[in-house]
């Protein structure tokens, strides 16, 4: 026996592997048994077929559709974001045609679960099945407006294949609190103060950013990205003063997950203050232009483009 062909004997016995729990290595194991008896005698292609055997997987993934863009007479790019792998983009085949089983479930907002083909470069949406079609929000102007502004900024601000802890769960519980009709401006407050710390920035909202101090009158300082205390007004001359009530509001939509807050109501101008803080620290410190805000904002310019609906009662508390 020649020294190519010998070298494509495998012994039965050297693949065998120890703990049958070790799933990647019994799949590298037995793709290479399948390759190896296929393989021409040329070495410079076997690392090549071997690759694109074992890289590839199919994942059952739980996830939301961010966005989709055609691709060609009949495909979509959907970009989604996954509870286990995170941000993505994938083709999904046919889903321009009506009838095609992945048309509706790749919709934006769609909550659902997708079973996905990954490998190099882009993967492939293979099926989906919707958890939750998010109806309210394509069926009202104000609802769709505010899920697409946090859609837009926690895709900006992210990465594919990312996996950043919690980004998820904040996308989850913004899209369900708006589609189970909770203020959706409010809920819009929660996401721009949480994703700040993804954008890179760190406001110091739990003492005064100059001193330490955790007692006293408390302003906004964009020059210190944060509290400062009466004591140190005077580093910074165009700080915002706040009330205690804005003080624990600020904090509140920093640091408390968006499902333990219940139906929050506020004031309209509370609202018009924070959304003020927040965009302002984006606006100086991010960067970000985000095509959803400005619709946004022309509603907020021309509201009897907007449905009456009943008011509940206000409090900032």
């Not at 959304?275 to 619709?295: A, C, M, N």
Request: glycine letters at 6%; hydrophobic letters at 35%.
């Amino acid at each position: 026996m020649t020294r190519a062909s010998g070298s494509l004997k495998l012994d039965k016995e050297k693949r065998k592997v120890p703990h049958s729990s070790d799933r990647h290595k019994v799949v590298y194991e037995e793709a290479s048994f399948s390759l190896l008896s296929k393989m021409t005698c040329d070495p410079r292609s076997w690392h090549l077929k071997l690759d694109k055997e074992v890289i590839a997987s199919l994942n059952k993934w739980e996830g939301i559709i961010l966005r989709g863009i055609p691709y060609g007479e009949s495909n979509k790019i959907v970009t989604l974001f996954t509870r286990e792998g995170g941000k993505m983009t994938a083709m999904a085949r046919g889903a321009k045609k009506p009838a095609s089983r992945l048309a509706a479930v790749t919709q934006p907002f769609t909550h659902g679960s997708f079973l996905i083909r990954t490998g190099r470069g882009m993967g492939t949406l293979e099926q989906g099945e919707p958890i939750d079609s998010m109806r309210h929000i394509r069926e009202d102007l104000e609802a769709t407006a505010y899920a697409s502004y946090v859609v837009e900024l926690i895709d900006k601000l992210t990465e594919d294949n990312e996996r950043i802890s919690g980004i998820y769960s904040l996308l989850y519980e913004a899209l369900h609190a708006i589609n189970e009709q909770y203020d959706p401006e409010a809920i819009a407050l929660f996401v721009e103060w949480k994703m700040l710390p993804i954008a890179g920035i760190h406001p110091i909202l739990h003492q005064c950013a100059n001193c330490g101090a955790t007692e006293g009158e408390f302003a906004f300082s964009f020059m210190q990205i944060g509290f400062i205390c009466h004591r140190c007004f005077h580093v910074d001359k165009h700080a915002i003063r706040i009330s205690p009530s804005q003080l624990k509001l600020i904090r509140t939509f920093y640091t408390v997950p968006i499902n333990r807050v219940g139906n929050l109501t506020l004031k309209k101008t509370t609202k018009i203050f924070m959304k003020k803080l927040v965009r302002t620290i984006y606006d100086e410190q991010v960067g970000i232009r985000l095509k959803s805000r400005s619709f946004l904002d022309q509603l907020d310019s021309t509201p009897e483009l907007l449905p009456r609906k009943e008011k509940p009662k206000e409090s900032d508390e």
